[in-house]
């Protein structure tokens, strides 16, 4: 089916968040991890590219961005979505701009939107200021980030230095007055050669006069939320038929198994939460991994019977993190980890498990890699922001989901397959 949106994500949760807004709708979503290598084919009406390059030198985001747009221009897309952090993430010389305006080059637009708020999540936008929860975002955990610390929270004065057209804002009590009042304003700052405009929202009904008043920009650039009503503008718009290539479950095993290479506390209780269901369970030790590699847990799989939906994991508290951290260095430990859960998949998957539960976002993404996945098409959520995916890995069809640390509520990893199971 031709493509209607395109959006480009600066890494892959992002990605994943977005489409899972986006597939809320019921319409077909294909989220495709890096840029695909072949000319398109057998599209969605609303492709997701996922890069890597929110922390990226300058140039090279900016060419990764123009060679993503070239792509989803060639799979049909008439309007494009440039997706970046919620709390606008970027370094001073920072990417978010730059990449904007190479883009509204390439479409040949004067002017853009700047949208990172997502309410849901405590991210929102008054009088140009992002605020995390109650706390602007300078004042928030985000200023202490290692590679990304925000140290302003005024999204003018942050996007100003990375563009050269000026940069303007819609406020708040021009966004409560309704679609039109922002259109108008949006064209008022046009015509003052305002190419950069801030829009704030507080609340998720902003969302909605936004999306409506900036529905026939070909280029939005926000955080997720603000695309989430944009599938049914454009069913409204005629751009998308209503009946657009509702999304099926495939016919899927009911080998399952659950790998989780996250630490953060919340996987930690839903760790926890699935072993007191009585879930067979092998918990890694990356000491045992370093010396002895993954063969124990590897053999352990293979007695396993998958449809009892088997966890292995190295969730660990921070002390024992610590610890093995100290003593194998903190890349190593990480990787050594990520291996293991990687050659776990891909036995598990030989074994006959179609159903993948995978916490943590650097996991994910060594775990996908390993199953040779770099297209998902996008189902519906567990929970916000973490969508049930199907792929195909060694021609088998998969289904997988992919959690970030904090993500979910503690009984997550059953819930996840109670979700899928009733589909
Ligand atoms: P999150 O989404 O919670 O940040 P990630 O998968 O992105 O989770 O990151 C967790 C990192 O910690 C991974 O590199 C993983 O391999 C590593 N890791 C997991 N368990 C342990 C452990 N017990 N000791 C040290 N490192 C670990």
């Given at each position: 089916?031709?493509?209607?949106?395109?959006?480009?994500?600066?890494?892959f949760?992002?990605?994943?968040?977005?489409?899972g807004?986006?597939a809320?709708s019921?319409?077909?979503?294909s989220?495709?991890?890096?840029?695909?290598?072949?000319?398109?084919?057998?599209t969605?009406?609303?492709e997701v590219?996922a890069?890597?390059?929110?922390?990226?030198?300058?140039?090279?985001?900016?060419?990764?961005?123009?060679?993503a747009?070239?792509?989803l221009?060639?799979?049909?897309?008439?309007?494009?979505?440039?997706?970046?952090?919620s709390?606008?993430?970027?370094?001073p010389?920072?990417?978010?701009?730059?990449?904007a305006?190479?883009?509204?080059?390439?479409l040949?637009?004067?002017?853009?939107?700047?949208c990172?708020?997502?309410?849901?999540?405590?991210?929102?936008?008054?009088?140009?200021?992002?605020?995390?929860?109650?706390?602007?975002?300078?004042e928030?955990?985000?200023?202490?980030?290692?590679?990304?610390?925000?140290l302003?929270?005024?999204?003018?004065?942050l996007?100003?230095?990375?563009?050269?057209?000026?940069v303007?804002?819609a406020?708040?009590?021009?966004?409560?007055?309704?679609?039109?009042?922002?259109?108008?304003?949006l064209a008022?700052?046009?015509?003052k050669?305002?190419?950069?405009?801030?829009?704030?929202?507080?609340a998720?009904?902003?969302l909605?006069?936004?999306?409506?008043?900036?529905r026939?920009?070909r280029?939005?650039?926000?955080?997720?939320?603000?695309?989430?009503?944009?599938?049914r503008?454009?069913?409204?718009?005629?751009?998308l038929a209503?009946?657009?290539?509702?999304?099926e479950?495939?016919a899927?095993s009911p080998?399952?198994?659950?790998?989780?290479?996250?630490?953060?506390?919340?996987t930690r209780?839903?760790?926890?939460n699935?072993?007191?269901?009585g879930?067979?369970?092998?918990?890694?030790?990356?000491m045992d991994?370093?010396?002895?590699?993954?063969?124990?847990?590897?053999?352990?799989?293979e007695g396993?019977?998958?449809?009892?939906?088997?966890?292995?994991y190295?969730?660990?508290?921070?002390?024992?993190?610590?610890?093995?951290?100290?003593?194998?260095?903190?890349?190593?430990?990480?990787?050594?980890?990520?291996?293991?859960?990687?050659a776990?998949?891909?036995?598990?998957?030989?074994?006959?498990?179609?159903?993948?539960?995978?916490?943590g976002g650097?996991?994910?993404?060594?775990?996908?890699?390993?199953?040779?996945?770099?297209r998902?098409?996008?189902g519906?959520?567990?929970a916000p922001?973490?969508?049930?995916?199907f792929?195909t890995?060694?021609?088998?069809?998969i289904?997988?989901?992919?959690?970030?640390?904090?993500?979910?509520q503690?009984?997550?990893?059953?819930?996840?397959?109670?979700?899928?199971?009733?589909l």
């Amino acid at each position: 089916m031709t493509t209607v949106m395109g959006c480009i994500a600066d890494d892959f949760t992002g990605a994943t968040d977005l489409a899972g807004l986006l597939a809320r709708s019921g319409v077909q979503v294909s989220l495709r991890i890096g840029i695909p290598e072949e000319a398109p084919s057998d599209t969605a009406p609303f492709e997701v590219i996922a890069l890597k390059s929110r922390t990226a030198p300058v140039a090279q985001a900016v060419d990764e961005a123009r060679v993503a747009l070239t792509w989803l221009k060639a799979a049909g897309a008439s309007r494009f979505f440039w997706k970046y952090c919620s709390t606008f993430d970027s370094t001073p010389d920072g990417n978010i701009g730059p990449v904007a305006e190479a883009l509204m080059a390439d479409l040949g637009v004067d002017q853009t939107i700047y949208c990172p708020a997502f309410p849901e999540n405590g991210r929102s936008i008054f009088m140009g200021n992002l605020f995390v929860g109650e706390q602007p975002l300078a004042e928030s955990p985000m200023k202490n980030h290692p590679l990304t610390p925000m140290l302003d929270s005024n999204l003018l004065r942050l996007l100003q230095p990375q563009v050269r057209q000026p940069v303007g804002l819609a406020n708040r009590l021009v966004v409560a007055q309704g679609p039109e009042v922002l259109r108008a304003r949006l064209a008022d700052l046009a015509a003052k050669g305002v190419a950069h405009v801030v829009v704030d929202a507080v609340a998720n009904d902003d969302l909605y006069v936004i999306a409506e008043a900036a529905r026939d920009m070909r280029l939005m650039t926000g955080g997720s939320a603000v695309a989430m009503p944009l599938p049914r503008l454009f069913i409204d718009d005629g751009l998308l038929a209503a009946d657009a290539a509702k999304f099926e479950k495939p016919a899927l095993s009911p080998g399952t198994i659950v790998l989780s290479g996250s630490c953060s506390a919340m996987t930690r209780a839903q760790v926890a939460n699935y072993l007191d269901t009585g879930a067979p369970a092998y918990r890694l030790d990356p000491m045992d991994l370093a010396n002895d590699g993954p063969e124990a847990a590897l053999s352990w799989l293979e007695g396993q019977d998958l449809r009892k939906a088997p966890i292995v994991y190295a969730t660990a508290e921070p002390a024992s993190v610590k610890v093995a951290q100290a003593k194998l260095g903190v890349v190593r430990a990480g990787e050594i980890v990520e291996e293991a859960l990687s050659a776990l998949a891909v036995a598990a998957r030989d074994q006959g498990a179609a159903r993948f539960v995978v916490a943590g976002g650097e996991t994910s993404g060594a775990v996908t890699k390993a199953l040779g996945v770099d297209r998902l098409n996008v189902g519906p959520e567990i929970a916000p922001g973490v969508p049930w995916c199907f792929a195909t890995s060694s021609n088998r069809q998969i289904a997988i989901t992919l959690k970030s640390g904090n993500f979910g509520q503690e009984g997550f990893f059953v819930e996840a397959q109670r979700i899928l199971e009733a589909l």
